[in-house]
């Protein structure tokens, strides 16, 4: 049973008439019921009742109707799968990302990467450093946004990105949001929302370590997936969250970021895109240089 046998039988099937269906297949007729004949011998059933002037479906190709139709579209995303990859092109392109990390420019990257290439769906995921590098290496993301200090990179290649300081979030109307910069023991009374423990292990080490340096022991209060998320809690005073300073370009109503004086060089962290040499394609290389060019865009407004 050949495919093309199967695209003549549905078009007859749906027209119930040859020469609608042989117009529609752009064919002569004789050749199409030539093939509706090839198929019937081949299943041993018939499965069109042939009158003078309408055709209609037996028992069994009413059957066949059915398993045909989805059959046949099957074929087409097959094919033109096959076709994507003979040229390269991903049907989607996995992103996995930490937080905090290029808040302003992935979204940008992301819009315009639609427009150049619409047919290639942009699946994303927050993931730890470490969790995204196995992932690239089992081959099941494309691209990694990932802070290279924590993890090794063995085998990848790497491109940083960002390279930004840890800043307060605070709530606009509370006295110390309406300053340039706060000491981190300022910080003592106030909860704060942070982004998973399981996805940065090591920055909550290192912030516990830190405040407790500075008198006080954190009240991390709340634990938050997506960055809106934790500035809608922080602007309803909630809290105070920790996020770059990269995050200072999103200005979301409510919402002071603050520099800590006080905190620590070892969390100026860089930030690189990370892929799989050998796994590169024209999506994946568009989508890496569109995140090159908006971090570098946020760099320039930032210190313009």
């Known amino acids: 049973?050949?495919?093309?046998?199967?695209?003549?039988?549905?078009?007859?099937?749906?027209?119930?008439?040859?020469?609608?269906?042989?117009?529609?297949?752009?064919?002569?007729?004789?050749?199409?019921?030539?093939?509706?004949?090839?198929?019937?011998?081949?299943?041993?059933?018939?499965?069109?009742?042939?009158?003078?002037?309408?055709?209609?479906?037996?028992?069994?190709?009413?059957?066949?109707?059915?398993?045909?139709?989805?059959?046949?579209?099957?074929?087409?995303?097959?094919?033109?799968?096959?076709?994507?990859?003979?040229?390269?092109?991903?049907?989607?392109?996995?992103?996995?990302?930490?937080?905090?990390?290029?808040?302003?420019?992935?979204?940008?990257?992301?819009?315009?990467?639609?427009?150049?290439?619409?047919?290639?769906?942009?699946?994303?995921?927050?993931?730890?450093?470490?969790?995204?590098?196995?992932?690239?290496?089992?081959?099941?993301?494309?691209?990694?946004?990932?802070?290279?200090?924590?993890?090794?990179?063995?085998?990848?290649?790497?491109?940083?990105v960002e390279r930004a300081r840890v800043v307060a979030a605070i709530p606009s109307r509370w006295p110390l949001g309406k300053r340039e910069s706060v000491r981190l023991a300022e910080l003592a009374d106030s909860s704060f929302v942070l982004f998973p423990q399981q996805m940065m292990n090591d920055f909550y080490t290192a912030f516990e370590t830190t405040c407790r340096r500075a008198g006080f022991t954190p009240d991390i209060s709340q634990q938050v997936n997506q960055a809106y998320t934790m500035f809608n809690l922080v602007a309803n005073g909630l809290g105070v969250g920790l996020v770059q300073e990269t995050a200072r370009g999103m200005q979301v109503e409510g919402v002071s970021l603050v520099d800590i004086e006080d905190m620590p060089d070892s969390f100026i962290t860089e930030v690189a895109l990370a892929w799989m040499p050998n796994a590169i394609s024209p999506p994946l290389h568009s989508m890496i240089g569109l995140l090159q060019q908006m971090s570098h865009t946020d760099a320039d407004e930032k210190h313009g």
């Open 1 to 160: 049973m050949e495919l093309r046998h199967l695209r003549h039988f549905v078009a007859v099937a749906e027209e119930l008439h040859f020469g609608r269906a042989a117009a529609r297949l752009g064919m002569a007729q004789p050749p199409l019921s030539q093939s509706l004949m090839r198929l019937e011998a081949n299943l041993g059933v018939a499965l069109l009742d042939r009158k003078q002037y309408h055709v209609t479906l037996t028992p069994a190709g009413q059957a066949l109707l059915k398993e045909a139709r989805p059959l046949l579209a099957q074929a087409a995303l097959t094919e033109k799968a096959v076709h994507r990859a003979a040229a390269g092109v991903l049907p989607h392109l996995r992103l996995a990302f930490v937080p905090m990390s290029m808040m302003r420019a992935l979204p940008q990257a992301i819009q315009r990467f639609r427009r150049s290439w619409p047919g290639v769906q942009v699946q994303l995921a927050e993931r730890s450093s470490r969790n995204t590098v196995e992932n690239l290496r089992n081959g099941n993301i494309d691209l990694g946004i990932v802070v290279p200090s924590l993890v090794d990179t063995a085998g990848l290649e790497l491109r940083i």
